[in-house]
């Protein structure tokens, strides 16, 4: 019986670093995240507006599916598929909890919408009328401070004066400690030893008029990469002019309140996803440009990539479309 427990507990010694390797391989989570092409989806199935003018063609933002906190069986399988990429997380995102990640693309998307919609009105040259409704927290460096500021928090003043533009938040810059109103109350922040406060905010604007109203859809929807089309998007719904010229257009960038347009992450899928329902015309940042063409390069496809700075240059494309094609 002894001879017959120790066979059994070295049987167990010996498949142990089997059974760990195992374990690491298949459940440990790895700070990678793997990205794959999604789809295209109408961006007046998310905002649109009221008896705004119908377009012959459509406009679509393109989405891609990712998985955060990928374990090494994930990332080797996905290696083998094509159109995937397995990257490494950028550190300061991989610190970040899921509620911290969902708060953090809420943020960004509640934003980028409200930028698209007032861009698209001055544009257009429709009315539109708004304020700057405090500061929204969209990451927080937490080896700089010392405090429970939290992502998605809305800071609507700093040591009692009331923020009135973005440029107000350099009043912390030289402060080793800072008081700020937010939406869950009062925040004390303390600066750690030799660094500044760490934190990235953006605009958050209330929209106190509009003609014509518009109305924004419930989604799921996070992040801000899908600016660029939903600002084209509105923009046509307001023109009588129909820039889709009966097109299927989709893209991708960020886009600020000036109409500036900015790199977005995913492109690669991006690409490879509106190739595949057969988009006709994909706008993508200047910033990605040099990796979407590599890919649309490969797939030898008839959609035509075109590369912008501004919500202008996509404007213009589209002008110069139609004078050619007519």
């Known amino acids: 019986m002894k001879q017959y427990i120790k066979e059994r507990i070295w049987i167990i010694l010996l498949l142990l670093p089997v059974y760990l390797l195992i374990f690491y391989i298949t459940i440990i989570r790895q700070d990678y995240e793997i990205l794959m092409p999604g789809d295209i989806t109408p961006v007046e199935e998310k905002v649109f507006i009221e008896n705004g003018y119908e377009q012959e063609g459509s406009i679509n933002s393109v989405f891609v599916y990712s998985l955060s906190k990928s374990t090494v069986f994930m990332n080797k399988f996905a290696e083998n598929l ?19 990640i969902r708060n953090r693309g809420k943020v960004y998307y509640d934003t980028g919408m409200q930028y698209s919609i007032i861009h698209a009105y001055k544009s257009a040259g429709n009315l539109i009328e708004y304020d700057l409704d ?49 939406s869950r109350g ?23 008029k509009s003609e014509p109203n518009f109305e924004i859809e419930e989604t799921s929807t996070m992040g801000s990469s899908g600016g660029l089309l939903q600002t084209l998007s509105l923009f046509n719904q307001l023109t009588e002019f129909d820039y889709t010229y009966g097109l299927k257009i989709a893209g991708t960038g960020s886009i600020t309140d000036a109409g500036d347009v900015l790199e977005i992450g995913g492109v690669r899928q991006k690409v490879l996803a509106a190739d595949r329902k057969n988009v006709d015309i994909f706008f993508v940042p200047s910033e990605n440009y040099e990796v979407a063409k590599e890919v649309w390069n490969k797939i ?4 035509k990539l075109v590369k912008v700075d501004t919500f202008i240059d996509a404007i213009n494309y589209l002008i110069e479309y139609g004078d050619e094609n007519a």
């Open 82 to 100: 094509v159109g995937v990429d397995v990257r490494e997380m950028n550190p300061s995102y991989s610190l970040l909890t899921p509620d911290e």
């Open 186 to 208: 009062d925040v004390i922040l303390k600066r750690n030893e030799n660094s500044k406060f760490g934190f990235i905010i953006r605009s958050n604007f209330d929209i106190t």
């Open 300 to 303: 030898k496809t008839d959609m």
């Open 134 to 182: 405090g500061l929204l927290v969209s990451y927080i460096f937490k080896d700089t401070i010392q405090g429970d500021l939290e992502i998605g928090d809305k800071i609507t003043a700093i040591n009692g004066y009331e923020i009135e533009k973005l440029e107000d938040i350099s009043l912390t810059f030289d402060l080793d400690e800072v008081t700020f109103t937010t």
